[in-house]
């Protein structure tokens, strides 16, 4: 469809054309482009791409819908000047920015088809949220941005966000130690009875009950890590935040845990069985997640 387009436009611009009916000819570029759009559109919409990216990132289609749109922009003085001629009288620009607009809708419903191949729905938002995400900083960065408007930009940058923060939802909300505790208290955390430890805040809890909770978060943890440590977040900045996000959620209930409930498991046998990470200890391996790694590569 590239090739058609710049044919077209090769074609329009050159004096040889300007010899024939020019009214017909150019009337006849602007419906073969109209087609072309259409056609263009329409694949888009319906890619049956069957392989998803395992990690999450960028989708092949994504950069290539957007290359075409960039491309359409290198060429958006002559699309215009037809538009502005034969167009169906509105104005070059808004007939300009509703086929990019349609081109970018068939696109994001194509990716809404792609991410529910995941069964993970965590990866699911992820997913979601690196592909809109480079779409909208590829539009920043070039004309398309002056042609579709801050609003455009605006609005799917809040759907970066709402993704982003659907992710952290879903992934890390019930690994938090405090929700742990809270949700485990009908279920004998504290007691009145023996194995419990007296003193404090920690007054009536049970020791057992406590290792077992602290075995919950560790092995949930390192669940979550290992997975998502294989996950790929391609922008820098976008990463960071998301791990910062993660680490907002997580860290200062676990401190909390660490604090209240620590010292009661530290003064039995094999506490390190159980407190297996300081609060650092788990900064430091979220700063190991959306990296990509394989399987088998250790962790720093």
Not at 44 to 65: Q, R
Not at 137 to 163: I, N, P, T
Not at 253 to 259: C, D, H, I, N, P
């Amino acid at each position: 469809m590239v090739m058609i387009i710049m044919w077209i436009m090769c074609e329009w611009n050159d004096e040889d054309c300007m010899k024939v009916d020019e009214d017909k000819l150019d009337y006849y570029y602007l419906t073969l482009l109209i087609e072309t759009f259409g056609d263009f559109e329409e694949a888009v919409e319906k890619d049956a791409t069957k392989t998803a990216v395992l990690d999450g990132t960028v989708h092949p289609l994504t950069s290539y819908v957007i290359n075409y749109v960039k491309f359409l922009f290198d060429y958006q003085a002559t699309l215009k000047q037809l538009f502005s001629e034969f167009g169906n009288g509105d104005d070059s620009n808004s007939q300009l920015a509703s086929v990019t607009m349609r081109i970018m809708q068939a696109f994001q419903n194509n990716l809404e088809g792609k991410s529910k191949q995941y069964k993970d729905q965590a990866l699911t938002h992820l997913f979601l949220m690196n592909n809109i995400h480079y779409m909208v900083r590829s539009v920043r960065r070039s004309e398309a941005k002056d042609l579709l408007g801050d609003d455009w930009v605006q609005r799917h940058r809040r759907v970066v966000q709402q993704h982003a923060n659907l992710y952290k939802r879903t992934a890390w909300t019930k690994v938090r130690p405090i929700y742990i505790t809270q949700t485990s208290s009908a279920q004998g955390l504290t007691s009145s009875g023996g194995g419990s430890v007296e003193g404090g805040n920690s007054s009536g809890v049970s020791r057992g009950l406590l290792k077992e909770r602290f075995n919950m978060f560790n092995m949930q943890f390192d669940e979550l890590h290992q997975r998502q440590s294989q996950w790929t977040v391609p922008d820098t900045e976008l990463r960071e935040s998301l791990r910062l996000a993660v680490a907002e959620v997580l860290l200062p209930a676990y401190r909390s845990f660490l604090k209240r409930f620590g010292p009661l498991v530290e003064s039995g046998k094999n506490s390190q069985r159980y407190i297996k990470y300081t609060a650092e200890d788990l900064e430091r391996l979220l700063g190991e997640l959306f990296e990509g790694k394989s399987m088998n590569e250790p962790r720093r």
